[in-house]
């Protein structure tokens, strides 16, 4: 079955610094969905990957996919408090294109 | 309005209980989901259900069922409620297949289930 490793785990960044979150598939990727989630809510979508090399931004938020790679990666330049929580990237399930799978989810923390 | 809908937002109950989970999407999709997210935050699919076909993830235990009543709606029956299903359930939906240019999946915002 399809795996979704994210790196790092957790990441607490100051205010104002630029970060990247990773997410890297075990098989081959055949689209990329970033979510982000606050505690106690359910998730708010961000970006979705379709392509190889496709790059997307929103805000101060910019997520790239890179098929040859089986990866993706998010980054958030300038990151604000308002950028805390989860974010998970999820993919089509391999052998199910009606589903999503997950990776663990990395807690981003930006202190004032 | 609220796309996706789930009712209760918390339930408590007593192990050995019968429970359902409600769903509700307005933005009329095709296909429902239903996701659980453990203390450890991993999300993991658990349901999908169109009108053609219902899969199941195979680590689901069969106490889990889901029904539709109708294709706006999605809801999540547990029998003989365990400790260990203490978690938090997610319900959601989207349009197409995904890996064709469907749409992203849109979430409710959760039911916390705590099984004493």
């Known amino acids: 079955s399809q795996e979704l490793e994210q790196s790092p785990q957790s990441l607490i960044v100051q205010e104002g610094k630029n970060l990247t979150i990773n997410c890297t598939s075990s098989?081959?990727?055949?689209?990329l969905y970033w979510y982000k989630q606050k505690y106690g809510e359910g998730l708010i979508f961000l970006m979705m990957?379709?392509?190889?090399?496709e790059e997307k931004s929103h805000e101060k938020i910019t997520a790239k996919l890179d098929e040859k790679k089986q990866q993706s990666s998010l980054h958030i330049t300038a990151s604000q408090p308002s950028h805390a929580g989860i974010y998970l990237c999820?993919?089509?399930?391999?052998?199910?294109?009606?589903?999503?799978?997950f990776g663990s989810g990395t807690q981003l923390t930006v202190l004032p | 309005d609220t796309a996706v809908s789930q009712t209760p937002k918390y339930l408590v109950t007593q192990m050995g209980n019968d429970k359902s989970i409600k769903c509700e999407q307005n933005?009329?999709?095709?296909?429902m989901y239903w996701y659980k997210q453990d203390s450890k935050k991993f999300l993991k699919i658990m349901f999908s259900?169109?009108?053609?076909?219902?899969?199941i993830n195979e680590t689901v235990p069969n106490r889990f069922s889901p029904k539709s009543p109708d294709k706006a709606h999605l809801n999540l029956h547990i029998n003989s409620l365990e400790l260990g299903d203490s978690a938090v359930y997610f319900c959601?939906?989207?349009?197409?297949?995904?890996?064709?240019?469907?749409?992203?999946?849109?979430f409710g915002q959760g039911t916390r289930l705590t099984v004493v």
């Open positions: 259900y169109n009108n053609k076909e219902l899969i």
């Open positions: 999820g993919a089509p399930r391999y052998g199910s294109a009606r589903q999503l799978t």
């Open positions: 990957l379709q392509k190889g090399g």
């Open positions: 933005l009329g999709h095709d296909t």
């Open positions: 959601a939906s989207s349009q197409g297949v995904l890996r064709t240019g469907g749409t992203e999946a849109f």
């Open positions: 098989k081959t990727l055949y689209g």
